[in-house]
C-alpha cells in the first residue's frame, strides 16, 4: 500500500495532517521528526509537521536532511516549512508582524502544481512569529501576505515545498486542496478505506503481543470497545481479558448498560470490578484538576494489578492494553515536543513507564474519533454505540468541581467593569478556575458570568465571548446564566470535594440533559455535552453549566448553539429538581477553553 508519512515535530494539529491524507484515500502515517530515513524508505511522500518552537532555537527539532534526497515530494507546513529553508541553504528570522488567525495570501505566480485551481487571493489560517527570509537555492516564491513575502515556496523540479499556513485545519477553505494536489504530485493510489486499518493493525499488533495475552481496561464507550473488537478479532476472545472498572463516577445507570452492551457483542472475557468507594476514597480531600486526574489513573492502574494478582496472571505473559485515541496523547503532552494541556487518565506518568517498557499495547491511538467510529461501524458495531457521545476515563470527577475557598481575582472589579455592551448586560467574575488552552499551551483561569433581561442571539452571544476572552488575560471562559436574567447579590463559593452526593446530583441532571437530547434526535449534531457542578450559587446550593459542543475531532471546538425552546424546556426540568440554585450555559469555544472543565 502507498504511503505518506507526517514527521512530527510537535504541533497540536500534527495529527490532524494524517488524518487529511488518509480522508483523501492515503494511508498516512507520523513518525518523530528525526527519524533515519531508511525506516521510511518505502514512503511515496513526506510532510513535515508543524512546531511550537523556532528551528534556530537550541534544543529545536531537526530532521534528518538525508530525507530530501529520497527523491520523493515534500511538503512542509509552518515549522516544517522553517526546516526547508534551513536545511537548504535558505534563512528564518523572528517576524517583524506575528501572524494568527485567518490571513489574506497573494498569488505571486500560480504556475506550481501544487497551487491546481487556487485563486489568486485565498484565506488560510496561520500560526507563527517565525519566517522565511532568505529562499534556498533554485526555490521560488507563489504566495505571499501583507507582512510575510515567502508563504508559499516551492523548488518544483525536485518537488519541494513549502507552505506557512496550516492546510490541514478547516479553517484553510483551499487546504484540502493543496494536499489534493500534493498526493498527485506523489502519484499514489487512492485505495486506502478505513476498513484497511485493521490489515494494517494486524501484523503490529501480532509482532508486538507475541504470544501473550492482553489484560484491558474497557470503559464501555466506543474507543475502548472498538479497541476490545479488534484485540479479540485478531487474537481471539480467550487471549484478551476485558475489565470493566465501575468507578462510580459515570452517568446514570451507565455500568448496567455497559454489561448489557458487552453481553449483546458476545464478550465472554468481560469482568466488571464495582469500585466506587475505593476512587470517593482516594479524592477525598482533593481540589486541584490535575491532582484528580493523576490520582484518577493511578486508581484504574492499581486496580488491574489487583485483578492481574488475583488471577494469577503472570507479568511474562500479559500485556496491558488501551483504547487510547489520538487527541489523549497529544493534550498529554504526548508527542516529543508538545505542551501539555491536561493529564488524560491513560497517560499518567507510570503508564508512560509501562510504555517505555513496552507492555502497553494500543491499537488505535493514531486515530481520532470519527475513525475509531468508522472502525466501529466496519467491525459491525450497532449505531447507539458507535455514536454515544465521548466520555472522559475520570468521568464525573472531572465534571464535580471542587474548592477549598473562593479563588478571588484581584482585578475582577476592573475587569467587570471594563466589559461594555450595547447588549445591555450585567456581569460577574466567578471565584473559581476552570482549564482553557491558549496558543497551544495550557491556562487555568476565571470564568465571567454574563446576566440578561433580554437573551441577545446566539451570533451576539458568540461575538461578545470571544471579545471578552480575547481582552481579558484572566478570563478564560464565559458564561451565560440562565436561571437569573439579574445578577444575584452575592454567589457563594462552598467548601467541597468529591461526595457521593454531589455526584448524585450530577447524575441526575445529567439524566435530564441527555433524556431530552436524545428525544430531540441531537445526539449525532451536539458531539458532545458535558454538565459540570460548580461548588458556587446561593441558599447553600451549588450550580450547574450546560457545555455542549459540536467538534470534528476534539482538538478544536464551537459551543452547539441550541434551540432556545428545548433549551428552556432543559432549564425548567433542572431547576424544578430544587437541587441546584444557579444554572449557567458555557458561551466558549475551544480554544480558548477546553471541553472539559478539569
Ligand atoms: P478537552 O477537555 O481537553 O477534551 O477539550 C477533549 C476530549 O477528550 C475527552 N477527555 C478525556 N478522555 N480520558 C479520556 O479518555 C481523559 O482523561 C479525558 N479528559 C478529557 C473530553 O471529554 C473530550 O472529548
Redesign the pocket.
Known amino acids: 500500500m502507498d504511503k505518506i508519512y507526517v514527521l512530527d515535530s510537535g504541533g497540536q494539529y500534527a495529527h490532524l495532517i494524517a488524518n487529511r491524507i488518509r480522508r483523501l484515500k492515503v494511508f498516512s502515517e507520523i513518525r518523530p521528526n528525526d527519524i533515519d530515513p531508511k525506516e521510511i524508505s518505502d514512503a511515496k511522500g513526506i510532510i513535515l509537521s508543524g512546531g511550537p518552537q523556532s528551528v534556530y532555537e537550541d534544543g529545536a527539532p531537526q530532521v534528518d536532511k538525508r530525507i530530501f534526497g529520497l527523491g520523493v515530494p515534500v511538503l512542509g507546513i509552518c515549522y516544517g516549512h522553517h526546516l526547508i529553508a534551513h536545511n537548504l541553504g535558505g534563512k528564518v528570522d523572528e517576524c517583524e508582524v506575528k501572524e494568527y488567525g485567518l490571513t489574506e495570501i497573494y498569488g505571486e505566480i500560480l504556475d506550481s502544481k501544487i497551487l491546481e485551481g487556487l485563486n489568486r487571493k485565498e484565506i488560510v489560517w496561520m500560526s507563527h512569529g517565525t519566517e522565511v527570509t532568505k529562499l534556498p537555492h533554485n526555490f521560488k516564491t507563489y504566495y505571499r501576505t501583507k507582512n510575510c513575502y515567502n508563504a508559499v515556496i516551492a523548488d518544483p523540479q525536485k518537488r519541494i515545498y513549502g507552505v506557512q499556513f496550516h492546510p490541514e485545519v478547516t479553517h484553510t477553505k483551499c487546504g484540502v486542496k493543496i494536499l489534493d494536489n500534493f498526493l498527485k504530485i506523489c502519484g499514489v493510489r487512492r485505495d486506502w478505506v478505513i476498513s484497511h486499518f485493521i490489515d494494517e493493525e494486524r501484523e503490529k499488533i501480532i509482532e508486538q503481543t507475541k504470544d501473550k495475552k492482553v489484560f484491558l481496561l474497557t470503559s464501555g464507550g466506543v474507543d475502548s470497545t472498538v479497541t476490545f473488537l479488534v484485540l479479540s478479532e485478531i487474537l481471539g476472545l480467550d487471549r484478551v481479558y476485558g475489565l470493566f472498572v465501575d468507578t462510580g463516577l459515570m452517568r446514570k445507570d451507565e455500568e448496567r448498560e455497559v454489561e448489557k452492551n458487552m453481553q449483546d457483542l458476545g464478550f465472554t472475557n468481560f469482568h466488571i470490578a464495582y469500585k466506587g468507594k475505593e476512587f470517593l476514597k482516594a479524592l477525598e480531600g482533593v481540589f486541584e484538576p490535575e491532582e484528580k486526574?493523576k490520582i484518577i489513573g493511578r486508581l484504574f492502574l492499581d486496580i488491574q494489578k489487583e485483578y492481574s494478582d488475583k488471577l494469577n496472571l503472570n507479568p511474562k505473559e500479559w500485556v496491558i492494553g488501551q483504547g487510547t485515541i489520538y487527541?489523549?496523547t497529544i493534550?498529554s503532552g504526548g508527542s516529543k515536543h508538545a505542551s501539555k494541556?491536561?493529564t488524560?487518565?491513560?497517560r499518567v506518568s507510570e503508564i508512560e513507564d509501562l510504555i517505555k517498557k513496552g507492555v502497553i499495547i494500543e491499537p488505535i491511538k493514531d486515530l481520532y474519533k470519527d475513525e475509531v467510529r468508522e472502525v466501529g461501524i466496519s467491525l459491525g458495531l450497532k449505531k447507539e454505540l458507535v455514536w454515544r457521545h465521548?466520555?472522559?476515563?475520570?468521568g464525573l470527577g472531572?465534571r464535580i468541581l471542587c474548592s477549598k475557598e473562593p479563588d478571588t481575582l484581584h482585578n475582577a472589579s476592573e475587569i467587570e467593569g471594563g466589559i461594555k455592551s450595547d447588549l445591555g448586560i450585567e456581569n460577574t467574575v466567578l471565584n473559581i478556575k476552570s482549564v482553557g488552552v491558549q496558543g497551544d499551551a495550557r491556562t487555568y483561569r476565571h470564568p465571567v458570568a454574563l446576566f440578561f433581561e433580554d437573551t441577545p442571539s446566539w451570533d451576539n452571544l458568540e461575538e461578545l465571548s470571544t471579545e471578552i476572552t480575547n481582552n481579558f488575560y484572566d478570563i478564560n471562559r464565559v458564561l451565560l446564566c440562565l436561571s437569573h436574567p439579574v445578577k444575584p447579590k452575592k454567589i457563594r463559593v462552598y467548601n467541597k470535594y468529591l461526595t457521593h452526593d454531589r455526584v448524585e446530583v450530577l447524575q441526575e441532571i445529567d439524566y435530564i440533559v441527555m433524556k431530552n437530547i436524545k428525544a430531540a434526535g441531537l445526539i449525532r449534531d451536539i458531539w458532545?455535552f458535558p454538565v459540570v457542578l460548580l461548588p458556587i450559587g446561593l441558599d447553600n446550593k451549588e450550580s450547574v453549566v450546560l457545555r455542549p459542543v459540536c467538534s470534528m475531532e476534539?482538538m478544536t471546538?464551537n459551543f452547539y448553539k441550541i434551540d432556545w425552546k428545548l433549551l428552556d424546556k432543559i432549564k425548567n426540568e433542572i431547576m424544578d429538581t430544587g437541587k441546584i440554585s444557579m444554572l449557567f450555559f458555557d458561551l466558549t469555544n475551544?480554544p480558548p477553553s477546553?471541553?472539559?472543565w478539569e
Open positions: 486526574r487527541p489523549d493534550e494541556i491536561k488524560h487518565h491513560n465521548p466520555f472522559p476515563g475520570p472531572v458532545q476534539a471546538a475551544k477546553t471541553i472539559e
